[in-house]
């Protein structure tokens, strides 16, 4: 028998080409590093793919464009002394390194005994990390493969089978996903509530007070012991007239001194929180920015560095070397003061497995300042990047520390009744952490100790002077709508999907126009609110807050090793099915109940019944006798005839610009008009230009009226495209963008313009999820 030949490379197989081009800096000439461009196999567009009668077994398939891909890591695998998998540390990594390892020969089942196949773990791309990965190897994690391939398998039955219910009675294309509709639920349930609420008034009374010169208030805080609420002005006025004139003594003076310690360092969930509170970032520009800064940016003379640990986690355990490093720059910049005595570390999640070792996400390394690689930075990789490393050495720093007071005026009434008007004050002592990183605040976030003024130093007995007791008018507010921030933090909250779904789950609402941002907050469109109210009632359990959470938590389990996936999708499809049956009899009818308040009764033309319908360009009431009678009529004609205001300035006039209504859809105008002519297309949200990074991308048309695609800054710049631009980045080579393409033998897909790969929709979105 032929003795094998022996090899003397080993092959590193990683998902991106930027990955590929930083860890191979780091290794010798023995090593080969390539990239397998994202997932390579998945279940087929056009069908179901699973065979749900025999355990759910899944039919994957080559995707498009990576057959090439597959077929030159063979040649390389051949010449191998060693297949080392270094995809990303997660269920997806994990399942991209078992696919890519299956089609090279490994085999689950006696995988152990294939010493070839190796699997490593890259928590960041350093030199230290990467060579510490590779003297450390170990196994595919099956557990983790079985998990993501549940949740591949539970999407696609759900996507699969209850997108078609809503084409009839709808639009045709319309679709639905499992987690995504949860989401959608959430955002249209709070503008129910909003739309619902109807509100109260109240009043308060405040007391303007003034000693040792300076002037404070108290407010009114219990009357007699108790809580209280004043309905209207009657009662405001009542307690006016019973404390005029009396004087106000201080009955109690309570001082303490407070500690506020620093936020712990990100996970990717309060990473996207921030970044779109101080930024405004979109929480999918924030994970595309995060991963350019953990795969590798080129640093000088360094070359390629990957500046942060992995993005995907929500675990805030920081390694003693990084809190060191951290600590090392404090002591080296600061005063003492602002180095506690040991190195602050907060619990991890706990995770099963020898190779589960996720960290915080933070800088790799707390000597490179912001300041140090910012101009090898675009300016959003800068901004985020400073972001991360501002929370991770606040981290290590001491508390904030501030003095309270608080002021009680017990106060008699000429009826008897007692009055206890408190004030309430807060003075930093020590500025610590906050001398570095405070986290930015939103609308509806709670009050903290720095908003609270510094009191005059009083002592019980003595008396201030009353300037004005001063009610005010008040009426309660619903709940806000949903911000990026908020809805990513409710998400969290609920269980719904995982932090490295939820930019996809974003994005997907938003680019499936389901919801709309008005003045950064999320608000649904008619055509979303009816896709959720109709798929919450034809599916009341499958798409349950409290179902879907339960779902998460199963996968979980499966990847921890204590429930089979099979089982986890045998006790989902029995109850899905029979839902799905009463679902195709009863969606068209819940359709009509769930529009019934848009109805104008019969038809003008005909007589026949009118019924809602939608377009592209949004609502419209429709004949029921069509073809035969072909009325129709605009539901939102009004909402779209009156301009809207979009906050920004005329570049020519520096008046507000409002988006108009034309023939050809909405566009951008000057208010003025027509004293100002400036008008500017409707741009692309979440897409700089590719070719400038300044201006972005709009909608334009030709001199023959033919569409297309352009950046705003023309003619400064003339990137354009006859294709629509979609803001999802490739998954084969991370170009920033994809454009939509169609065609009668395939129906829509997207395509990149760099590497020319092609992607079913639903195959881009389970990759980016």
């Not at 030159?72 to 060693?82: T, W």
């Not at 951290?326 to 005063?335: H, K, L, N, T």
């Not at 619990?347 to 000597?367: M, W």
């Not at 675009?378 to 501030?402: C, K, N, S």
Request: glycine residues 8%; proline residues 6%.
């Amino acid at each position: 028998m032929a003795q094998r030949k022996k090899r003397g490379t080993r092959l590193v197989i990683v998902e991106s080409p930027a990955k590929a081009r930083t860890i191979g800096k780091y290794l010798g000439t023995g090593y080969k590093v390539r990239a397998s461009v994202g997932h390579i196999r998945d279940l087929p567009e056009r069908e179901l793919g699973v065979d749900v009668e025999h355990g759910f077994e899944p039919r994957y398939v080559t995707i498009r464009g990576k057959g090439r891909i597959i077929e030159d890591l063979r040649k390389e695998a051949e010449h191998a002394e060693e297949v080392i998998l270094a995809t990303d540390p997660d269920r997806e990594g994990e399942a991209i390194a078992y696919h890519v390892a299956e089609q090279l020969g490994y085999s689950a089942s006696d995988g152990r005994k294939d010493r070839r196949f190796r699997r490593v773990l890259f928590h960041e791309i350093t030199g230290d990390a990467v060579h510490r990965a590779l003297e450390q190897p170990g196994t595919i994690d099956m557990r983790k493969v079985e998990a993501q391939q549940a949740r591949r398998i539970l999407d696609r039955l759900v996507g699969y089978q209850v997108s078609p219910l809503l084409w009839k009675p709808i639009r045709p294309g319309l679709s639905a996903g499992r987690v995504q509709t949860v989401a959608l639920r959430l955002i249209a349930e709070r503008e129910a509530e909003i739309r619902a609420f109807t509100p109260e008034e109240y009043w308060s009374i405040t007391a303007q007070l003034e000693e040792h010169g300076q002037r404070f208030d108290a407010k009114l805080h219990h009357i007699d012991g108790k809580a209280f609420r004043l309905q209207n002005e009657a009662a405001a006025r009542a307690v006016l007239d019973d404390v005029a004139g009396t004087p106000f003594v201080v009955s109690e003076v309570k001082r303490r001194e407070r500690l506020k310690n620093p936020p712990a360092p990100f996970t990717t969930s309060t990473l996207q929180q921030e970044a779109a509170k101080r930024l405004g970032f979109s929480s999918s520009k924030t994970m595309r920015v995060a991963q350019q800064l953990y795969e590798g940016v080129e640093v000088g003379d360094e070359g390629a560095v990957g500046l942060i640990t992995y993005m995907r986690t929500d675990s805030t355990r920081v390694a003693q070397s990084a809190a060191d490093a951290a600590r090392a720059w404090i002591r080296a910049e600061m005063d003492e003061r602002y180095l506690p005595a040991a190195a602050r570390h907060w619990a991890g999640k706990q995770q099963k497995g020898a190779q589960e070792a996720h960290e915080a996400l933070r800088p790799t390394d707390a000597r490179r300042r912001p300041e140090d690689v910012a101009s090898f930075l675009h300016r959003d990789q800068a901004r985020l990047y400073e972001l991360i490393w501002l929370r991770f050495v606040a981290g290590q720093m001491t508390p904030a520390v501030y003095d309270t007071t608080t002021l009680d005026f017990d106060v008699a009434g000429r009826t008897g009744r007692r009055y206890l008007f408190r004030a309430t004050g807060s003075i930093m002592k020590f500025d610590g952490f906050t001398r570095l990183y405070r986290e930015a605040r939103e609308e509806g976030d709670h009050r903290t100790l720095d908003d609270l003024a510094p009191l005059p130093v009083l002592e019980r007995g003595e008396r201030c002077r009353v300037l004005e007791i001063v009610p005010a008018q008040h009426f309660t507010q619903p709940a806000p709508r949903y911000s990026e921030a908020s809805l990513v933090k409710e998400l969290e909250r609920l269980g719904i999907g995982r932090p490295s779904t939820y930019a996809q789950i974003i994005s997907t609402l938003v680019d499936r126009q389901y919801v709309k941002l008005e003045q950064k907050r999320f608000r649904p469109t008619p055509l979303g609110e009816t896709v959720a109210q109709v798929l919450v009632r034809v599916f009341p359990t499958i798409f349950d807050v409290g179902f879907t959470s339960e779902m998460e938590a199963e996968l979980d389990r499966v990847e921890e090793g204590e429930l089979a996936w099979q089982r986890v999708l045998e006790e989902f499809y029995q109850p899905f099915q029979e839902q799905l049956r009463e679902g195709e009899e009863k969606s068209e009818r819940i359709v009509r109940e769930v529009a019934a308040g848009d109805s104008a009764g019969p038809c003008p033309e005909c007589g026949r019944e009118l019924q809602v319908r939608w377009s592209r360009h949004g609502r419209f009431l429709g004949c029921t006798g069509y073809p035969e009678c072909r009325y129709t009529r605009p539901l939102d004609e009004t909402e779209r005839a009156q301009p809207r205001p979009t906050g920004k300035p005329c570049p020519r006039c520096g008046a507000e610009l409002v988006e108009r209504q034309g023939r050809h859809g909405p566009f951008i105008a000057c208010s003025t008009y027509p004293v100002c002519k400036h008008t500017q297309p409707i741009t692309i949200p979440g897409l700089v230009c590719p070719r400038c990074e300044i201006g972005e991308i709009g909608e334009k048309r030709t001199r023959r009226g033919k569409v297309f695609w352009g950046c705003t800054r023309y003619p400064e710049c003339d990137w354009s495209s006859w294709d629509r631009p979609i803001p999802t980045p490739c998954p084969d080579c991370s170009n920033p963008y994809l454009v939509a393409k169609s065609s009668k033998a395939r129906g829509e897909f997207l395509k990149c313009p760099q590497c020319k790969g092609e992607f079913a929709p639903e195959s881009v979105q389970a990759e980016q999820a």
